[in-house]
């Protein structure tokens, strides 16, 4: 039977393993440039979005299901305001989780905004990542 921390452990992993996912393929798509403007923006908005939440799952922290930054970041200033208040440049990625997925609501994009959501979701990355250092250089808990 797993203990309470190795179960957060694992839904760290798993949310982490998910954002990697989206993140990697937001990159992939953006290398086709304007081919996928739409799809690159959409993972980078994912990547982000689930960047985020494997912070609030390591400091459970509930949250509903919802694809607005910056509700998470809401959240995640309990914990940790500055993080928080740092993340908000990622917040205009938030109509990309739904917008740019459906015909009704898809409207021309810059060509340059798949590179700049990408940009912002390896931001959010590199931030969530050093947040979460000293816990995932901890390794799984044994208890």
Do not use: C, N
Not at 20 to 26: K, R
Not at 36 to 44: D, L
Not at 84 to 107: E, I
Request: hydrophobic fraction near 45%; avoid cysteine; glycine fraction near 4%.
């Amino acid at each position: 039977m797993r203990s309470r921390d190795q179960v957060i452990w694992d839904f760290v992993q798993g949310w982490l393993r998910m954002a990697e996912l989206d993140y990697s393929v937001a990159d992939t798509l953006q290398e086709r440039r304007s081919e996928y403007t739409e799809a690159a923006a959409f993972h980078s908005q994912q990547a982000a979005e689930k960047f985020i939440k494997t912070l609030l799952v390591r400091h459970q922290i509930e949250f509903s299901k919802t694809h607005d930054i910056p509700l998470l970041r809401g959240f995640l200033a309990k914990v940790d305001t500055v993080l928080a208040t740092q993340l908000a440049f990622a917040d205009w990625l938030t109509p990309f989780g739904v917008d740019v997925r459906y015909p009704s609501q898809t409207r021309e994009l810059p060509d340059d905004v798949g590179e700049r959501a990408l940009s912002a979701a390896r931001q959010v990355r590199e931030s969530v990542m050093a947040a979460l250092d000293a816990y995932l250089r901890q390794g799984r808990p044994t208890v």
